[in-house]
């Protein structure tokens, strides 16, 4: 028995000493690399008679104090960028609400989306086009704390084919209270 136990310590002590050595090294953990920056596509141009586009929707009370006429602003489809075009409706606004017949008065943004969607990016692609069109209005002279924004997403979208559904794409300028 002895010579049993003789054997198993000797072979333990063989197997340690081939285990021995250099002490293995866990394999490096390869470098984050940072994501490549891809660049927007941009956006087509506009010309403005393209009817899949929608609109900011102007209250007809907000119109008529404003002196606005039945011009739109438009977004493209999966869209919150406002046109260049757009900004002398939305500067008329911004004078309207703040020096105009409507000064002192809160304008509302109600952002709106077509169906087509997720129902979560709807509503958050309605905020992001009112919060655009409420930025465009700021930049043109009215005070932040004079609009508030919201979105409807597609709660109120009646659209069946891309006529109605360019409808669905808009932002409602409304008088909030």
């Known amino acids: 028995m002895r010579s049993l136990a003789k054997i198993m310590v000797a072979s333990l002590c063989v197997s ?3 285990c021995g050595g250099e002490e293995k090294r866990p394999p490096a953990v ?7 920056t891809v660049e927007p596509t941009p956006e ?3 010309d403005g008679k393209d009817e899949k586009k929608s609109i900011i929707n102007i209250d007809p009370e907000i119109r008529k104090a404003c002196g606005i ?12 960028r406002v046109r260049d075009q757009d900004r002398q409706v939305l500067r008329k606004l911004a004078v309207c ?5 409507l000064a002192g008065r809160q304008m509302g943004l109600v952002g709106h989306a077509d169906p087509r969607g997720e129902s979560e990016y709807n509503m ?3 905020e992001r086009r009112a919060t655009n069109v409420k930025q465009v209005i700021v930049s043109e002279g009215l005070a932040p704390d004079k609009m508030s924004t919201s ?7 009646t659209g069946t084919d891309e006529a109605s559904w360019a409808r669905d ?8 209270n």
């Open 151 to 157: 979105s409807r997403g597609e709660m109120d979208a």
């Open 16 to 18: 340690l000493a081939a």
């Open 69 to 80: 006429s039945d011009e739109d602003a438009y977004f493209a489809f999966d869209s919150a």
């Open 44 to 46: 087509p141009v506009d």
């Open 30 to 36: 390869p470098e984050v690399q940072p994501e490549p």
């Open 169 to 176: 794409r808009r932002v409602d300028v409304v008088l909030a």
């Open 124 to 126: 958050l692609l309605g």
């Open 97 to 101: 609400f703040s020096t105009g017949p």
